[in-house]
């Protein structure tokens, strides 16, 4: 096996794994029923209560974005953006990284661009997730 061959089994076997995790995501966004307070979904899988939140009253960056999901799974994006700022964002992108992992899987190809993993790509990620907690803060203080 040559060198390029291992490259390409290693590219596929990357989009194999966003692949399955995309598709997980997705399917348990449709079986889960959207928690009426906003957040809270993420307890009908069994997962412990935020403790951020328990502590603070405030949402922890993430509080929101199972019910986000769920919501976006039944198509209602008001209620999706009321539970978390970024989740109707965060459920797209889960269904273009879903449907590239499916084409560099076929195609043998590398899943991220190397622009995608860089520094400065981290940096923006962090900014527009700090950004989104923010927001949810501040609607959790209005509220």
Not at 63 to 76: D, F, H, I, P
Request: proline share 5%.
């Amino acid at each position: 096996m040559t060198d390029q061959d291992h490259k390409v089994s290693g590219y596929r076997i990357e989009s194999a794994l966003v692949l399955v995790l995309a598709v997980g995501m997705l399917v348990v966004a449709a079986l889960l029923s959207p928690d009426p307070d906003g957040y809270g979904t993420h307890r009908k899988l069994l997962l412990l209560p935020c403790m951020f939140r328990t502590i603070t009253h405030l949402p922890c960056p993430f509080c929101g974005l199972t019910t986000s999901y769920a919501a976006m799974a039944r198509l209602r994006v008001a209620e999706a953006f009321a539970a978390h700022a970024l989740g109707p964002i965060a459920y797209l992108l889960t269904w273009v990284a879903g449907g590239r992992a499916l084409y560099t899987l076929v195609r043998g190809v590398q899943f991220a661009p190397s622009w995608l993993s860089g520094r400065r790509a981290t940096n923006v990620i962090l900014m527009v997730l700090g950004a989104g907690w923010l927001v949810n803060i501040v609607r959790a203080l209005v509220a």
